[in-house]
């Protein structure tokens, strides 16, 4: 059975870097069969894609982060990380990873989300 | 990016009864890449369908999805009590993806 499952700090002061870990079990990133998202959720702009990694490193990401979004991926611990810098008060969410595949580009199997909230 | 509008924000409904959910979007869709999903609360949401009509593994008969281009629809043909959550929609037809803001389907 695959399974997601977030770690990281749930509070971030704001203009520093929110840091968060996907652990995947019950399949392996370095497969190739899927994406690796992040997603996160607000009560104000509901659903937001963060951006993909795959296995090789390459990344795809949302251009309204780009410019401050690193997505990296550690196959030998089957984990893949986010890297968000200088945050602020709007990057109050839940955080989700999540499974995307290669041919059907829909999110099949999901973390169980973790909230993050910017505040000093 | 593709705008998803979806309507209605709430849908009142009693189980047994035929809920219907509409995505519009902005533009065309591409190759009718798009998905609905269920979210309780305080659950990650979970894929019902994909490709705009093509049912996720287990997900029951009675949710159906429809529509091609710009409009698309998520049926649920007699709501069980389970069944009564938010609703999004997304597509994954063009970068980036994009959701809906959602609709609720309530008691």
């Known amino acids: 059975q695959v399974q997601l499952q977030e770690s990281g700090p749930g509070l971030v002061k704001p203009s520093e870097t929110l840091s968060l870990t996907c652990s995947v079990s019950g399949d392996s990133i370095s497969s190739g069969d899927h994406y690796w998202s992040w997603i996160r959720q607000t009560p104000g702009k509901g659903l937001e894609w963060i951006g993909f990694?795959?296995?090789?490193?390459?990344?795809y990401y949302n251009p309204s982060l780009k410019s401050r979004l690193k997505l990296s991926v550690d196959t030998s611990k089957n984990q893949f990380s986010l890297e968000l810098h200088s945050v602020t008060a709007a990057d109050t969410a839940v955080y989700y990873c999540?499974?995307?595949?290669?041919?059907?580009?829909?999110?099949?199997?999901w973390g169980q989300g973790t909230p993050v909230t910017v505040s000093s | 990016e593709i705008v998803l509008t979806q309507s209605p924000g709430t849908l009142s409904l009693s189980p047994g009864e035929r809920a219907t959910l509409s995505c519009r979007a902005s533009q065309r869709v591409s190759n009718n890449y798009l998905a609905w999903y269920q979210q309780n609360l305080g659950q990650a949401p979970r894929l019902l369908i994909y490709g705009a009509s093509d049912r996720a593994t287990g997900i029951p008969d009675r949710f159906s999805g429809s529509g091609s281009g710009t409009d698309f629809t998520l049926t649920i043909s007699r709501l069980e009590p389970e069944d009564f959550a938010v609703y999004y929609c997304q597509q994954y037809g063009g970068t980036p993806w994009t959701f809906g803001q959602g609709t609720k389907v309530e008691i």
């Open positions: 990694i795959y296995y090789t490193g390459t990344t």
């Open positions: 999540a499974r995307e595949g290669i041919l059907i580009r829909a999110f099949d199997y």
